[in-house]
């Protein structure tokens, strides 16, 4: 505590000798007085006066931080920022607005805040439950709120894009860039929408968009990195997502990104790289399930198949989503455990049936599903109306493979050949892509491209399916290698 000297008769004829009297104005040189005078007032914002004398109470002033912000403000900062944010905070924030709305439903601001949050929760945990409250949320706020409302208009953007509808986020998205061109994460929701449409030029644009409005934010370098990684560009995406990584604040979007990385170390057959990248994830933030998940392939791949089993059961239950079950069930068709496969092939249906009907399309992952382990007749009936819908590379690639088991080869190279051309959208250097062009060129008897694709399927990533990898390391043997010879004649 510190006690200042009181203003007697001493100091003021000091002041008077000093040339500070009362009344006196102060000079073009005197400035430095009325700096220190609002030095003083600063000085005693946290003071009392006792006796007339004034008292400094104890306080850090400049040098002490601020409070950290609460779950609630920090939950609320992520989602309408575009960064990922933790279980715990998103839960604290879903609960705040929820009680806050039954008091104010005219907020129109919150609804959309809570929509968001109701959007983010739903993806971490793949409770499709979540969308339809999302989409009441999102579109009361656009009744609520103000008349330009991109707030609202990106959330059911987001939405569209978590339920798989990529023309809806289209129309969303596009909605939210009209109303606030200048909001980054309305074009950021935009590149994703493109991509689920296989629109190569709508996703230059926007990233462009985005890399303008907000360049080196961390969120913004692992959206370029997912962009790089669809057109091959592999060094830039790894770059950037190890940018991001090192750059995020929370802990929950740093794991986010570490987890991003993982993908895409295990994409190139770096097993022991993908492993650690998925451990660092998950010790970042343990409700880090799609790292938990990565960290049953990278489990699988390095043969290591228990603890693999493990990782994956884990995460399947903490995120029942449909797609571990395909994955999981792949894995134990591998080990030679068919019982134990067609049990999660079935729990797979059941989710997807949960998920459509909570309105999300994963026609996609059904389509797969019954190509290799089911009807590849129903594959292609399925697969055909998703790539009238929404023709992105993903999309062709299953379809032409479910031709390809249907026998219809003809048909199926021209999608094998749409999703691995770059030229053609599918610039994406995906193994198992590749392995399915490889194989239908096989059946056609086109022994050179075939023998070429399924090698390059190895060189990209030697271990990229349990199943797969090896079907195709039977192929390539089969075919020996080329004649020496040259043509006859």
């Known amino acids: 505590m510190v006690v200042m000297e009181r203003h007697t008769g001493r100091g003021?004829?000091?002041?008077?000798?000093?040339?500070?009297?009362?009344?006196?104005?102060?000079?073009?040189?005197r400035r430095g007085s009325r700096r220190g005078r609002r030095v003083l007032i600063g000085a005693v914002a946290g003071a009392v006066v006792l006796g007339g004398v004034v008292v400094l109470l104890p306080w850090g002033g400049g040098d002490a931080p601020p409070p950290a912000p609460g779950p609630v403000a920090v939950a609320r900062g992520a989602v309408t920022t575009g960064v990922p944010a933790a279980l715990?905070?998103?839960?604290?924030?879903?609960?705040?607005?929820?009680?806050?709305l039954r008091a104010h439903p005219r907020d129109g601001a919150s609804w959309a805040v809570l929509g968001a949050a109701y959007v983010e929760q739903g993806s971490r945990t793949a409770d499709t439950g979540n969308w339809p409250k999302a989409e009441k949320a999102l579109q009361t706020s656009l009744k609520t709120g103000p008349r330009r409302n991109p707030q609202a208009l990106e959330g059911l953007a987001a939405l569209a894009v978590a339920r798989r509808d990529f023309p809806a986020a289209k129309k969303w998205g596009e909605s939210a860039v009209k109303a606030a061109p200048k909001r980054w994460t309305a074009h950021a929701v935009l590149v994703e929408a493109y991509t689920g449409l296989g629109d190569q030029e709508g996703v230059g644009r926007a990233l462009d968009k985005v890399l303008e409005l907000?360049?080196?934010?961390?969120?913004?370098?692992?959206l370029a990195a997912a962009v790089y990684r669809d057109r091959g560009w592999r060094e830039d995406a790894a770059a950037r997502?190890?940018?991001?990584?090192?750059?995020?604040?929370?802990?929950?979007?740093?794991?986010?990104?570490?987890?991003?990385?993982?993908?895409?170390?295990?994409?190139?057959?770096?097993?022991?790289?993908?492993?650690?990248?998925?451990?660092?994830?998950?010790r970042t933030d343990p409700d880090q399930r799609a790292a938990q998940a990565g960290q049953g392939r990278a489990l699988a791949a390095l043969g290591r198949t228990t603890e693999a089993l493990s990782a994956y059961q884990a995460a399947s239950a903490k995120r029942p989503g449909p797609e571990y079950a395909l994955e999981l069930g792949e894995l134990y068709e591998s080990l030679g455990l068919a019982q134990a496969a067609r049990v999660e092939y079935d729990l797979l249906r059941e989710r997807v049936r949960g998920a459509e009907a909570a309105g999300a399309d994963e026609q996609l992952l059904l389509g797969?599903?019954?190509?290799?382990?089911?009807?590849p007749a129903e594959a292609v009936r399925v697969l055909r109306a998703e790539w009238g819908r929404q023709p992105g590379t993903a999309v062709a690639d299953a379809l032409g493979w479910a031709l390809h088991r249907t026998g219809a080869d003809e048909e199926a190279l021209e999608f094998a050949t749409i999703a691995t051309e770059g030229d053609r959208g599918g610039g994406v250097r995906s193994a198992l892509h590749v392995f399915h062009r490889g194989v239908i060129e096989k059946g056609l008897e086109r022994y050179g491209p075939a023998r070429r694709h399924l090698r390059e399927a190895l060189t990209i990533d030697p271990y990229f399916s349990p199943l797969r990898a090896p079907e195709a390391k039977r192929a390539l043997a089969k075919l020996g290698e080329p004649s020496m010879e040259g043509p006859p004649g």
Do not use: C, M, N
């Open 12 to 29: 003021r004829a000091r002041d008077r000798a000093r040339g500070r009297g009362p009344g006196r104005a102060p000079g073009p040189g």
């Open 88 to 100: 715990p905070d998103l839960a604290a924030l879903i609960g705040d607005r929820e009680s806050h």
């Open 214 to 222: 907000r360049p080196g934010a961390p969120a913004v370098g692992a």
């Open 241 to 282: 997502i190890s940018d991001a990584a090192a750059g995020a604040g929370a802990p929950a979007e740093r794991a986010a990104y570490l987890e991003q990385a993982g993908r895409l170390a295990l994409e190139r057959g770096d097993r022991e790289e993908a492993l650690r990248f998925f451990q660092e994830a998950l």
């Open 368 to 375: 797969r599903l019954e190509a290799d382990h089911g009807d």
